[in-house]
């Protein structure tokens, strides 16, 4: 089982739609998460970190549930420019190494 | 620019060449990552610096792969006899601390292996 999995899609949706991506990790011991958005042919870089309380930054809300151990992504009123892979980022304590997931691919159209 | 910068962008190669990329991190980052990604794939994991010493190395990382990081400041990853199977992205990460773990990336250099 992969350490950090998410589903690839695409998601395809409508501009304002509400959309939302999960994000399964199998080491009960991960301490920090994150969601990382890539551009096609550019770097990976931070959207927002996870807090065990859920974080919201405009549209953009995460959440964390430890007990099924997943974090979720919910991206309300979409936008063209949300178009992008988002990438599940996940770190356990007393290791230095940041995992990705895959990524998930969301495609917004008009 | 004071972000993360990676050199050369594309590197085309022929198999059993040996290629040598650099990266710069932010200056002020302790923490130096080298990951590599293919299409439809998130970023794997290769090596990890803190400050001149390497920390931890992927077990996927054949002895092929080498990185360096000697000051503590710019690192660089050196791929011996290049294989197809190499052709990737290879991206360059920093960070500051441990309390904050942001990764900051380069833009990666693309490595074509023909």
């Known amino acids: 089982r992969k350490e950090v999995e998410q589903d690839p899609g695409p998601f395809n949706v409508p501009e304002g739609a509400t959309v939302a991506f999960n994000c399964t990790y199998s080491?009960?011991?991960?301490?920090?998460f994150f969601w990382y958005r890539q551009d096609c042919r550019k770097e990976p870089k931070l959207l927002m970190s996870v807090y065990s309380s859920g974080n919201e930054d405009g549209r953009f809300t995460a959440q964390l549930n430890r007990a099924s151990q997943y974090i979720s992504l919910l991206i309300r009123d979409s936008k063209l420019s949300d178009s992008a892979t988002y990438l599940c980022v996940v770190k356990s304590g007393g290791s230095y190494i940041p995992t990705f997931g895959r990524g998930t691919s969301l495609i917004v159209h008009p | 620019d004071t972000g993360v910068s990676q050199d050369p962008r594309h590197k085309i190669t022929k198999r059993g060449q040996n290629v040598t990329f650099r990266c710069d991190p932010i200056s002020e980052h302790n923490r130096l990552y080298w990951y590599r990604q293919t299409l439809g794939q998130g970023p794997e994991f290769l090596t990890y610096f803190q400050n001149e010493a390497q920390l931890e190395k992927s077990r996927l990382l054949s002895d092929r792969f080498s990185a360096e990081r000697p000051k503590g400041s710019f690192s660089t990853l050196e791929i011996q006899r290049t294989e197809q199977g190499d052709s990737a992205m290879y991206l360059c990460a920093s960070s500051e601390t441990d309390r904050d773990e942001k990764l900051f990336f380069g833009s990666g250099t693309q490595l074509s292996v023909l």
């Open positions: 080491n009960s011991a991960s301490q920090s």
